[in-house]
Each structure stands twice: as structure tokens, then as C-alpha cells.
């Protein structure tokens, strides 16, 4: 895979994009140079926010690790790269924790030097505000009761100062003095409480314009066609922020900024997965065709009847990726029609037995889920490696499977966790390509979609590679709970997918 | 109600009037110097965040900042532990009491503002990690903070006025006026700094709204300090501290290298970012304690009137043509700061026009609309100052 990463011409920059869903962080496992690194991009859930980058270098010692970012399209300065610090008891990680000041698109370059010299990785990052922060209850109550305090204290010095404080030294105050007095503290009760009243309202407003302007995807419209041929599903992206992109005085009387247009990732216009709820007992990952990347359409694979949650994952020219969401009831589909894609691709059917964590494919062969006993735990690094033998237990080979040597989805049963990962993290190749043009300096940088295209065509017109049948996944889960991963590989033409279960425990507080 | 409260001779308690001054001083120059730590580490923190970008609890702005609050509250906090447990009869006698402890009026609310800019800190670090990193000053916890700082400056203030109110002797009143001269100084540098966002720079001078903002913000406490001043131009001299205040910062800052440390940066920074050269404050001012004086014995309502249209009028006629100025090339060195701007502002046309001007229906400027912007920061203005006498009135009074 990372040979034909080199032969495209992309592997100077090697880059990572992520926008899923439940899942901010982004990872990255490849070359930086001569090193080989994993880097994980820890994200702020606001903007400006502090990012936090761990690099581990995997079977050198280096001299320094730094890292920066910068906005995706570095039409802006940059300060000096920060010097990552060495993670205490964890040989050859570094840390570097970086403010994100642009929301949208955004570059982290991790550099390295050591004995063998020095390489460099760029991680694109999409920044967005996708959560409000609550205010923990012991917080709440402390800044309750300073609350309290300083507002009692303040009648009270507002008395204090008209009973005595214009007294002579001295004089006590007589009785109208104190009534006076009483009057003020009065007064300054119902002024306070106003002042604190348009301070809820002021925080109230900030409050929900925060909310309106945390992050979504565009809103989409799903149908199931079958009129005159095979059944196929529409998904149409409604949202006005899309659809009225070419139309700068409505953008701008709106207050929204331009999307750059959508770019192809792995070949396509559009990844379209669709998981069967609850229960998850169906997949199908397919790439619908689009004319005005407003309107796409997809041919199903065979799947079961049911509701069934769709991610749509696509790219923008920025860099920034963004999965759309929605759902749709589906009739039994039981043949595959001849147009289908054939790298479309459907599964249904239980998860791999949990014991041997063994599944067998439609060919005969089978994959793996290498793991131990230890228990998989939220937020840290887990073990996603896959082995694939052919029928009669031999070592696997694979055939690149648009453009990878295998494709993982990961999603947690509730939904509100799902990505889809490759073996060199969660990257997003569309957007690898754009940010390697724009690192070449040349002239492409003005026609991004129409170059990544040409880089597409390319991609696919070559002999198909033979690939190890070892895989792995940089990942961490986001929460506790149970999750899917179905894991996609291409043998003898056709896609196969197998699906594992996992069950991911809580973090321990003191684990990180 | 317009008339100054004449000097109260004190009690027969009272002993030399000497001793009883060098023992009072010291709160005093302590809650000063806080107040000036305050004021002079939050301008170095702007231009801090205008520079570096960077921030964290530990900068050195915020370190200023920070010893500026816990040298008001710990001062204070003394001096009332001292007054209520091993105070003499005389400074118990020139307290006022306060949930059983007896402390001067200017401790107290020295004291309340330290621990409103306590609270201020977890507030705004949950606010910054709910809404992000906020870079303007306008905010909720940000005015959490203000507060508490202002009412830092305004207990300094309350200080100097009850020893200047009490004060017999034409030295001592000379000295603790000029004390009071300072305090408010330092306080209308806080107040101008807080309302930078809208008046401040020259690019908004031929905009009503910065006459709008800066009379209904800054004729109160303009009017207030010359009303309640023993000096013959307290307000006058107020002024001038803040413009010394400001003139050198803005000429000590850009003195100090420094580059941003966060992206995007648009623009090349090597020194410090300054602050705006100061609002020509003096000349209102001035016009202030003129009217005042002479006006002393009329009524306040006819007086705030005649005060909101001088005011407005001469900050006018002040800085539309200095606003001209700088904007052009002449102004853009070291000694009025001109086109001076943050790293991350992107460089463009607009930072050499005037922005926010009033526009009739085919968008060219209007004169008339102006006047008419400007009738409305005339009437705030007079409404400020009619407030500014009412506060000046009560402070002339304070006596402890």
C-alpha cells in the first residue's frame, strides 16, 4: 500500500483527514522521512482550542519531534514549531499541545530528526465546535456561592456606605440614617438583580448562538427508486448552504461562508454506508454517482429488509471531510444487478464468534482479529490488526481495494460513533491529494478536483498490486460501549467484508 | 444636591492630624499601586494577546494582573483585621462596619472587587473550554473580571477621597488630591480600556457611534471625579494620568521584541503591538472642570445638559481632525503608533479608511446622518454626566 502510495507521487506528504461521527480525533500511522510514526491528533471540541499531538516514532531514537499548524490552504504565517516533550514511560512518544485559532481545514506538521535525518508528515485536521462543555456541579456550586457571596456583599457595602460611610469620624448614624441606609441596600437589591438578570440573558444569547453554530453536516433527503430497474437509493443534500453555494449575495445576506466544492476520494464522489438498525446485522458500502454533487444515486447490493442509518462520506477541495447522515426503510434487495459498482460491496450476518474472533469470507478464506485478552478501553490505542489465509490456511494476499489494502468501519450500536478508517488511520485520500498539490507550490493548486481526478484515473489504470494479507488500523474508541467493525478487503476481484463485535471499556480517570 | 460638602472638622477624637495621615498611608499607596498593576498588566495583556497569541495563567501580563489583586485584598484585608482587633480609637472612628469588622469604605469594596476577580478566573477558564478562546474583551467572564478590577480602582479612589475629604490642612488635602487625581486616572484608563473595542482607534473617530460609546461611557466618570475633586481640575489631571497611562505603554511596548506564537499569522510582527495613542481627553476634561467651577452653585439637571454637549463637542472637534492624522503616513512611527494591527488581522484597504460611517440610501456618507448620530451621543452624554453628578455628589460626601 505505501509503494502505492510512492508511485502516486503523494508520499512526500503523507497526510490524515477526519470529520465522523462521535469520532474527532485523527490518526496517523506511515512514513515521516525515514521514520516510520504514529501520530494521533487529540482535538479540542471548540475552536480556538488547544490540540494535543502524541507522536511515537516507532524503532529509532530521534533527536526532536516538533510540530505546528497552520490553516489547510497556508495562506497564512506560522510561529516557530513547538519541540514535543518525551511522554513519561513511553519510550519514543512525544507530546506537543497546539492552539487551533481557525475553525475549518487545518494542517499539523510533525517533523523528525534524528541519525537517519530528518522527515516530515502533514496531518490535515478539520476543526469544528461540535459540543458544548457542561459546567461540572462542584464548579456550579462554587461559582454559586462566590455568587451569593459577592452579591449579598455588595447590598451590604452599598448600606454600609450610606449609613456610616459619609458619617463624620465617629458620629453614629441616627435613625433616619439607617433607614436610609436600608432604602439603599434596597435599591441596590433590585439594581443587582438586574445587572445579574442581563448577565443570564447576555450569557443565555451567547449560549445559544454557540449551539446554533456548532457543527452539522448538511441536511439530506433519502428515497429508495426502483422504477424501471434495479432498486437504488437517492441522497440529495438539501441544505441551502450547499445548494445556493454558487449564489455569493445569498451566502453573504445569510452570513455563510462559501464551501469550496466537493472533490473525489479513492475515485469517488461520495462513500455511501448503510447499516442496518438496530442490531447492526447488515452492511453495505457503495458509491453512488452524482452530476451536480447535489443529487447522487447508488444501485443497492442485496440486503435485508429494515431501517437502516446512511453515512455519506465526502470531501471538500479545503480538505475538509464531512460525513452526512439520515435514514431509510429498505425492502428485501436479493439479487445484485448487473450495473452495480464492483467495488460496492453488502454484508449480513453475525459478527465473528467472539471467542476465536475468526470470521470466514465468501471465498473461503478467513480473517483473524489478532487480539489478546486485554480489554479494549476507550481512548487508548487499541489493537485493530486483521491476518486474512486463504482456504487452505496460508498466508492471504489482497488486491488494493480503491486505492487501500483494506477499509474498516467502525460504528457503535447506538450510532453516534462512526468512522471509517484505513490502515494508514483515518484518512480521508481525497484530501491527502488535495493537500499534497497544495504543497507542491504549482500551479495545480487553482484546479485541486480536476487534479486529484486525473490522480484517480491513474490510480485505478494500474496493475493491480499484490498486498500482504496482514493488516492494521491506528485507532483509538472514542466511549465505552459495544461496537461493530466490519473490515473490507478485495480477493479475487470481489470485495469481501467480515464483521467483528467489540466491547470497549470505560477509562480509568487515572489511566492518561 | 449641587453643592461640594465642606471639609468636616473630626471629632474630638481625632488627635494630630500628621500622625493620623503617615498611619493612614500606606492602604492607601498600596491599593494605588495595585490598582496601576492592574490597569498596566491588562493593556500588556491585550497587547499581549495582539502579539504573542499564546496564553496561559502564568504570562507575565497576568502575573501583573494577578499581584495587583492579591496586593489590594491582602492590604486591605490587614487593615481591616488591624482596625477591628488592634485598631486606635481614630481609625476605628474613621470605619465604617461591615458584618462586624471595621474597615474604611475603600478597603471594602477593594476587598469585594478582589474576590470578584477570584471568582472571574474559574468562570472564564470554563468558558474558554465551553466556547473557546474568547479574543474580545466584551465578554460574560471577561466583565466578571472588569468588574472586580474596577471596583479595585474604585475602592483606591473611595481611599483618597475620604482622607481628602477629611483633610484640614492644605498639604495634606494637596497631596491626598492629587492621590485621588491618580486613583481616577487610573480608573478612566480602565474604563477607556474597556470601551476600546468601539472607541478607540482613529479608523472609528468619524463614526457617531464612538461618540455615542465614549460620551455615554466616559462624561460620568469625567464629570463625577471633577465634581467630587478638591484639586481646581481634578478631572483635568485625571485625564492626563490616562493619557500617560497610555502614551507610555504605547511608547514602552513597541520598545520590546516579539513575535506571534499561534497561526494564522497575516501580518510580520517583530515588537510588541501597542496600544492606540490615547483619547485627547484632556481638552473635554478641561471643558469639564471649567463648567463645573464655574457652574458650581446651578442646577444639576441644566448642568448635565451644558456638560454632555461639551464634552461630546470638544472630544469632537479634538479627534476628527487628529483621527485625519493619524490615519496618514505621518502618524505611523514610533511616537503615535499608527497602523499598528494584531497578527492575525489579514492587511487590507480598510485599515487607512474610517469605518462605520453613516451612509444614505446610495451608501455615500452623510453628513446629516452623522449630526444626527452625534444628537444622540450629545443627549447620552448629558444623561451620563446627569449620573456622573449624581455619583460625584454622593463621593464629595464620603468621609471613611
Known amino acids: ?512 | 444636591m449641587a453643592s461640594i460638602a465642606t471639609p468636616v472638622r473630626a471629632v474630638s477624637t481625632i488627635g494630630d492630624a500628621a500622625q493620623r495621615t503617615s498611619t493612614r498611608m500606606w492602604p492607601l499607596y498600596a491599593v494605588l499601586c495595585s490598582s496601576t498593576c492592574i490597569v498596566v498588566g491588562l493593556l500588556w495583556d491585550i497587547s499581549w494577546h495582539e502579539t504573542v497569541g499564546r496564553d496561559t495563567f502564568w504570562t507575565l501580563p497576568h502575573l501583573l494582573e494577578q499581584f495587583g489583586a492579591v496586593l489590594a485584598g491582602v492590604s486591605c484585608g490587614w487593615l481591616v483585621l488591624q482596625t477591628t482587633f488592634r485598631g486606635t480609637a481614630e481609625s476605628r472612628a474613621e470605619s465604617v462596619r461591615f458584618w462586624g469588622f471595621l474597615g474604611p469604605l475603600g478597603a471594602w469594596v477593594t476587598i469585594w472587587g478582589t474576590f470578584v476577580m477570584i471568582t472571574s478566573a474559574p468562570f472564564d477558564n470554563w468558558w474558554h473550554n465551553a466556547y473557546g478562546l474568547d479574543v474580545q474583551i466584551v465578554s460574560p467572564p471577561h466583565m466578571v473580571l472588569a468588574l472586580g478590577m474596577v471596583a479595585i480602582q474604585i475602592g483606591a479612589l473611595l481611599f483618597a477621597l475620604g482622607g481628602q475629604n477629611r483633610a484640614t490642612d492644605a498639604h495634606e488635602m494637596r497631596r491626598l488630591g492629587w492621590a485621588y487625581t491618580a486613583a481616577a486616572g487610573v480608573l478612566i484608563t480602565m474604563i477607556a480600556t474597556l470601551i476600546s473595542e468601539y472607541a478607540s482607534r482613529a479608523n472609528e473617530m468619524h463614526s457617531a457611534l464612538f461618540y455615542q460609546v465614549a460620551g455615554g461611557a466616559l462624561t460620568l466618570f469625567v464629570v463625577a471625579v471633577s465634581r467630587a475633586g478638591r484639586l481646581r481640575f481634578s478631572a483635568t489631571g485625571a485625564a492626563a494620568v490616562y493619557m500617560g497611562i497610555m502614551l507610555l505603554m504605547m511608547w514602552t511596548l513597541q520598545l520590546f521584541p516579539a513575535v506571534p506564537k499561534l497561526a494564522p499569522i497575516y501580518r510580520e510582527i517583530t515588537h510588541m503591538v501597542p496600544p492606540s495613542f490615547p483619547l485627547l481627553l484632556v481638552f473635554p476634561a478641561l471643558a469639564v472642570d471649567l463648567l463645573v467651577r464655574w457652574n458650581a452653585g446651578r442646577h444639576d439637571w441644566l448642568m448635565s445638559v451644558a456638560l454632555g454637549v461639551a464634552f461630546v463637542l470638544v472630544l469632537v472637534a479634538c479627534q476628527w481632525y487628529f483621527a485625519d492624522f493619524l490615519l496618514s503616513p505621518g502618524a505611523r512611527n514610533y511616537v503615535f503608533a499608527g497602523d499598528q494591527w494584531a497578527y492575525m488581522v489579514r492587511p487590507g484597504p480598510f485599515q487607512h479608511r474610517f469605518w462605520n460611517l453613516a451612509r444614505d440610501a446610495t451608501g455615500h456618507p452623510s453628513f446629516p446622518l452623522f449630526l444626527r448620530g452625534l444628537g444622540i451621543a450629545v443627549m447620552i452624554g448629558a444623561a451620563s454626566a446627569r449620573v456622573g453628578l449624581w455619583v460625584g455628589n454622593g463621593m464629595s460626601r464620603v468621609m471613611r
Not at chain 1, 222 to 238: A, D, F, T, W, Y
Not at chain 1, 451 to 474: K, N, Q, T
Open chain 1, 1 to 512: 500500500m505505501k509503494g502505492g502510495l510512492r508511485a502516486l507521487g503523494i508520499a512526500a506528504v503523507v497526510l490524515v483527514c477526519s470529520a465522523h461521527i462521535g469520532s474527532p480525533d485523527s490518526w496517523y500511522e506511515g512514513s515521516a522521512g525515514p521514520y516510520h510514526v504514529v501520530v494521533n491528533v487529540q482535538m479540542p471540541s471548540v475552536i480556538p482550542g488547544i490540540a494535543t499531538i502524541y507522536t511515537r516514532v516507532v524503532g529509532d531514537t530521534v533527536h526532536q519531534v516538533t510540530s505546528m499548524i497552520n490553516v489547510y490552504d497556508a495562506s497564512a504565517g506560522t510561529p516557530p514549531p513547538d519541540v514535543g516533550a518525551p511522554v513519561p514511560g513511553a519510550p519514543g512518544q512525544y507530546q506537543t499541545r497546539l492552539w487551533i485559532m481557525a475553525p475549518g481545514s487545518n494542517s499539523v506538521t510533525v517533523r523528525v530528526r534524528g541519525a537517519r535525518g530528518e522527515g516530515s508528515v502533514i496531518v490535515p485536521v478539520t476543526a469544528v465546535a461540535n459540543s458544548r462543555l457542561p459546567m461540572q456541579k462542584p464548579l456550579g456550586i462554587l461559582l454559586a456561592v462566590l455568587g451569593l457571596f459577592l452579591f449579598v456583599g455588595i447590598v451590604s457595602i452599598a448600606g454600609a456606605a450610606v449609613r456610616e460611610g459619609v458619617l463624620p469620624p465617629g458620629a453614629a448614624p441616627d435613625g433616619r440614617r439607617v433607614w436610609r441606609a436600608r432604602a439603599t441596600m434596597l435599591a441596590s437589591l433590585v439594581f443587582f438583580t438586574l445587572v445579574v438578570g442581563g448577565g443570564k440573558i447576555w450569557w443565555d444569547g451567547v449560549d445559544r448562538d454557540f449551539r446554533t453554530s456548532l457543527y452539522r453536516p448538511f441536511a439530506i433527503a433519502l428515497s429508495e427508486e426502483n422504477e424501471g430497474g434495479p432498486p437504488r437509493i437517492r441522497l440529495r443534500i438539501v441544505d441551502s448552504a450547499w445548494t445556493m453555494r454558487h449564489d455569493s449575495a445569498w451566502l453573504g445576506r445569510a452570513h455563510i461562508a462559501a464551501w469550496s466544492p466537493l472533490i473525489t476520494d479513492h475515485g469517488r464522489m461520495m462513500h455511501l454506508f448503510l447499516v442496518k438498525m438496530p442490531g447492526m446485522a447488515a452492511f453495505a458500502h457503495v458509491h453512488p454517482a452524482t452530476k451536480d454533487t447535489v443529487d447522487f444515486m447508488a444501485t443497492l447490493p442485496p440486503l435485508p429488509a429494515g431501517h437502516y442509518r446512511v453515512f455519506g462520506d465526502i470531501v471538500h477541495e479545503s480538505g475538509f471531510a464531512k460525513t452526512l447522515v439520515g435514514g431509510i426503510d429498505l425492502p428485501a434487495i436479493t439479487t445484485r444487478a448487473a450495473a452495480q459498482d464492483s467495488d460496492d460491496a453488502s454484508f449480513a450476518g453475525p459478527a465473528a464468534d467472539a471467542s476465536s474472533m475468526s470470521a470466514r469470507l465468501d471465498d473461503g478464506s478467513t480473517m483473524t482479529w489478532q487480539r489478546d485478552a486485554t480489554p479494549i478501553v476507550a481512548a487508548m490505542p487499541a489493537s485493530l490488526h486483521f491476518v486474512i489465509r486463504d482456504a487452505q490456511g496460508a498466508p492471504a494476499t489482497l488486491e488494493p481495494y480503491l486505492g487501500m489494502a483494506a477499509h474498516a468501519v467502525v460504528m457503535r450500536d447506538d450510532g453516534t460513533v462512526f468512522i471509517h478508517l484505513h490502515p494508514s488511520g483515518t484518512a480521508s485520500l481525497g484530501a491527502q491529494q488535495a493537500f499534497a498539490f497544495r504543497q507542491r507550490g504549482d500551479t495545480n493548486a487553482v484546479s485541486i478536483g480536476k487534479s486529484v481526478a486525473r490522480e484517480d484515473s491513474a490510480m485505478a489504470r494500474m496493475p493491480a498490486a499484490s498486498i500482504p494479507g496482514d493488516v492494521s488500523f491506528p485507532y483509538a474508541f472514542p466511549r465505552a460501549g459495544n461496537y461493530r467493525v466490519w473490515v473490507q478487503v478485495k480477493r479475487g476481484g470481489a470485495v469481501r467484508t467480515a464483521a467483528f463485535d467489540a466491547v470497549v471499556q470505560p477509562m480509568a480517570a487515572s489511566a492518561r
